[in-house]
């Protein structure tokens, strides 16, 4: 949205009412140059102060120097999807002022460099010039430290203007430098002066302030990779192979470090979970194949390069029926894509990976409490059912802070599903193959690497195999095997997380959706039905189609399915299980490798709508 | 007859109770005179004399003929027979569940040198403890007759005209990426390559074993270096060698100078009686030098080309629990109720 100036109110009449608790700043700074710590400060502080919050970080994909955005979003009511339109800009990068400047609302608020050069093409914005290198240079900070704590200026400038409170501002750095003093005190003082500066230099013009609230209470902030991570550890996580990928390398990283804290043995003081970074992509998958299939719990995170790597492995594992759990934190592809970009691409390819007939459980968690559930749960579903289970999670739950619900314990017992040592497997006796099925689901009792009876081994392989895991190229043997594999999953469909359905009384139409793209979704559903229209919301957490989607599907006119992806691959997945509605599922697609906005989904919404009448 | 049969077996049987037969795999159903046949059988002599308890073995595979042996030894023990060049990972997963088991891995020359010579160099950097043999016979058995990257430079192969290619040498190949006991035997050697299944099984490491294993229906000519014949005309043994297991007494003749005992890490010795030359298989400079020599000689170097047990096994490199990680209960793998407030508080 480009404002212009002609169509702009005067500045005096705007600034007379205040906005109060309600806008987005978006920082504009150079990747590389530690901004990553300014914003952080700024939106912890924010969420100190019971105001609710979220930042989003879009980024480039470079270590130094290209441009990057951090987008931190205010909303008393919570609403914290991304926005278009930046009512407040913070200029720090001269290569993006003249674009920065441009893409603000009417009536908008610039911080800037003061030593950006470049001319402000428009009038109708409050402007708050920094002295930023100024300010860095009469600090007595060393200089290898300098460009990074100039970005400290404006979080004491910005600060000061919106009435942010300072001492919340000095937590989040006491969280940020994890108590130490020296870097806490390094950057208060830039960040205190420039507060100070403000007051004695700036007058504040602007209609925007924060206040304090309580909308923060029983939330914490987080991003969904840590979430992911240390569900996974509570879900008794023994083994993981990786290797590094943007956006999923945090999720292995944080349980490097989470690990010598919640993962060790209290009896022994041993480690009870490996994590291996792998050559590549194509041997963690092997790893961990080979770890779920001697009894460890284990998984890989990786994203779309990695997860095309994956595909021969995962086939293997659905038919050898191996446990093993995938996050795919997706980016933007095909190919290497836009490796900072989010995008849920990936699940056409996640859903049937393999040759041959594969279809495997997929799990979508729509929040960041819910990567820390799925973390978990993902084990025991796996383990159950002895197949992969992949997770798709997306560049924006994985690497960005979202505020979410605490994360809860587990509310039950380990599911380690039907395993036999020496005691179950003798009480078993003959009746025992590893891919006999005794009690008709579907699901066959495996014995593990370790087990000491003499009939307990078997030789698990890729090739057609009978009851008993040996080479068959008997037809009825091929044809009952890969039926049951249907059967075991399809089968026990009820064992997956279910959908969550909101609905409005009388609705006629829907949206479908999963993932990232809730908040986004929630947001518009509110202003469509301020618009008078009656939307229900069905938010997908697994495939295969479960029948309470299937039901709902049938109880709409008309179903919106929107996705991050060009082509519908929900909407596809869908239309093919559910085939009887097929012309009742509209897909909408959002492709721009960003984050969906409410604004995108009502505009849409109401012109297919329209169309409609 | 039954009785007969039970009768005998009862009479052979190893300290720990079980006879030949307990170690014994399905019909083969490779090719008669398949070299692979003849190492299967090694690995069965070995572990019945070694009195390893088959349970306490996982096997595992790539893809191609080597692949299919683990199916013909060892039919009381877990095996795995995973993807084509991906042996090496799935082993090194799968070893974690249980660090105490032995793993034995089957390869061929397709299999580790070609599409696998990733996860080979990368399973011997990081020094799994496992026996990683390579059933090298410079040809795709299984596709019928294709040149693979151990073919001799020159080799001519009915349907594929001459191989314009320098062949890969695995042996180099393990030694370069820092193997920690790298041995070369000849499937036609059977009393050779069973003592180095037991010195590989002893061994506290990766340990590699490069066994040219002739392919009989599609590399087997006189002048190629993957044949029985070729084979039998230039091995040249770097030293004769023998197993003693831990508590044994040494039982060889031999005069002074004339033999070098490498001490395994679980008291066994390598008893390695001189030949023609001296030979220190510790002197990894040395073990360069005579594959190099071999190479250029045109003769196939056997014996334990290098051996070095000073290095951290993968395994060492984690603080792992005495009990093996796939038996430990919930209450040891979950972190207990009270912690839940202690995450939450660390987020923010």
């Known amino acids: ?613 | 007859m039954t009785d007969q049969i039970a009768q005998t077996s009862r009479a052979q049987v190893n300290l720990v109770g079980l006879t030949k037969n307990d170690y014994r795999g399905n019909p083969s159903s490779l090719c008669q005179g398949c070299g692979h046949n003849s190492i299967s059988s090694q690995i069965i002599a070995a572990c019945y004399e070694l009195n390893i308890v088959p349970e306490n073995v996982i096997k595992f595979s790539g893809i191609g003929c080597s692949s299919k042996s683990p199916f013909y030894f060892l039919n009381r023990s877990f095996g795995f027979n995973g993807l084509h060049g991906r042996m090496p990972s799935l082993a090194t997963g799968a070893l974690f569940g249980n660090i105490s088991l032995k793993g034995i891995g089957l390869s061929g020359d397709g299999d580790t040198a070609s599409i696998g010579m990733g996860q080979f160099k990368h399973i011997v950097r990081r020094n799994v403890p496992m026996v990683y043999i390579v059933e090298n016979n410079g040809v795709y058995g299984l596709t019928k007759g294709q040149f693979s990257a151990t073919a001799d430079e020159g080799l001519e192969l009915k349907k594929q005209g001459t191989n314009p290619y320098l062949p890969v040498d695995i042996a180099w190949e393990a030694l370069v990426g820092h193997a920690t006991f790298v041995a070369r035997s000849f499937a036609g050697d059977p009393k050779q390559v069973k003592e180095l299944i037991k010195a590989a099984l002893s061994h506290k490491g990766i340990a590699m074993l490069d066994i040219i294993s002739p392919c009989v229906t599609f590399n087997n000519q006189d002048n190629t270096s993957h044949s029985y014949s070729w084979g039998k005309e230039h091995e040249v043994a770097l030293h004769d060698l023998s197993y003693v297991p831990p508590a044994e007494e040494i039982m060889i003749d031999y005069e002074d100078g004339q033999i070098k005992e490498v001490t395994m890490h679980d008291g066994s010795m390598v008893i390695l009686k001189k030949l023609d030359r001296d030979y220190d298989p510790t002197n990894r400079t040395e073990a360069f030098r005579v594959l190099e020599e071999s190479n250029k000689d045109c003769c196939l170097i056997t014996g334990l080309i290098y051996i070095n047990q000073s290095l951290p096994t993968l395994f060492d490199l984690y603080n792992l629990p005495d009990e093996p990680l796939n038996r430990l209960s919930e209450e040891r793998l979950r972190p207990p109720r009270e912690t839940i407030d202690k995450v939450n508080a660390m987020m923010f």
């Open chain 1, 1 to 613: 949205m480009i404002g212009n100036k002609t169509e702009t109110n005067p500045i005096g009449s705007r600034a007379a009412e205040k906005v109060v608790n309600n806008f987005s700043i978006t920082v504009a700074t150079v990747n590389g140059s530690g901004s990553q710590t300014s914003n952080l400060t700024l939106m912890r502080a924010l969420f100190k102060m019971g105001i609710p919050v979220s930042g989003k970080n879009i980024f480039p994909s470079n270590i130094q120097g290209l441009p990057t955005w951090y987008t931190i979003r205010v909303n008393e009511d919570g609403y914290l999807a991304r926005c278009e339109g930046q009512e407040i800009a913070v200029a720090m990068n001269p290569a993006t002022f003249m674009k920065d400047v441009e893409g603000m609302v009417p009536g908008g608020v610039l911080f800037f460099d003061d030593s950006i050069k470049s001319p402000v093409s428009r009038q109708d914005l409050h402007l708050y010039p920094m002295p930023i290198k100024q300010m860095v240079r009469d600090s007595d900070a060393p200089a290898n430290i300098r460009d990074y704590l100039a970005n400290m200026v404006y979080v004491g400038v910005v600060a000061n203007i919106l009435a942010i409170d300072m001492e919340r501002v000095y937590q989040a750095l006491e969280f940020h430098f994890k108590g130490k003093q020296k870097p806490i005190d390094l950057n208060w003082n830039i960040v205190k002066n420039a507060y100070d500066w403000a007051s004695n230099n700036l007058q504040k013009t602007d209609p925007y302030i924060v206040k304090p609230s309580n909308k923060t209470d029983g939330y914490i902030m987080a991003d969904g990779n840590t979430a992911a991570a240390l569900g996974a550890l509570y879900g008794g996580l023994q083994f993981a192979a990786w290797y590094p990928i943007t956006p999923a390398t945090s999720l292995a990283e944080t349980l490097h470090e989470y690990i010598p804290v919640f993962r060790k043995d209290p009896v022994t003081g041993k480690n009870t979970c490996v994590v291996l970074q792998a050559e590549d992509e194509l041997a963690a998958i092997g790893m961990v194949v080979g770890a779920g299939w001697s009894g460890l719990r284990a998984m890989t995170s990786t994203s779309g390069p990695g997860f095309s790597l994956m595909v021969e492995y995962v086939g293997l594992a659905y038919f050898a029926e191996v446990p093993v759990v995938i996050w795919d934190i997706q980016r933007i592809g095909p190919s290497t894509g836009l490796p900072t970009r989010t995008s849920q691409g990936d699940l056409r390819l996640a859903y049937t990976m393999g040759h041959g007939d594969t279809k495997h459980v997929i799990l979508f968690p729509g929040s960041v409490t819910e990567c820390f559930e799925f973390g978990w749960k993902a084990f025991d579903i796996a383990e159950r059912l002895q197949t992969p289970v992949i997770v798709l999670s997306d560049l924006d739950f994985g690497m960005n802070q979202w505020m979410t619900k605490p994360f809860e314990y587990p509310d039950r017992p380990m599911d380690r599903g039907k395993v036999l040592w020496e005691e179950e497997l003798k009480q078993l006796g003959e009746k025992w193959g590893r891919y006999v099925d005794i009690d008709g689901d579907g699901i066959t009792y495996r014995t593990l690497p370790g087990n000491k009876l003499p009939n307990a081994a078997y030789f698990a392989r890729g090739t057609g195999h009978n009851e008993h895991a040996q080479y068959s190229e008997e037809p009825e043997d091929w044809e009952n095997n890969l039926l049951r594999l249907r059967r075991k999953i399809e089968g026990n469909v009820a064992l997956l997380p279910k959908p969550v359905i909101t609905s409005t009384r009388a609705a006629n139409i829907s949206i479908i959706s999963y993932g990232s793209t809730t908040a986004a979704i929630e947001e518009a559903l509110t202003s469509l039905s301020q618009q008078g229209y009656k939307i229900d919301h069905l938010r997908m957490r697994s495939l295969p189609t479960a029948p309470e989607v299937m039901e709902f599907v049938r109880s709409h006119e008309r179903n919106y399915v929107i996705e991050l992806n060009r082509d519908g691959q929900l909407h596809q997945i869908l239309r093919l299980e559910i085939p009887d509605c097929s012309m009742k599922l509209i897909s909408l697609s959002h492709l721009d490798g960003l984050p969906l906005t409410a604004g995108w989904v009502v505009d849409h919404i109401i012109a297919e709508e329209e169309q409609q009448k």
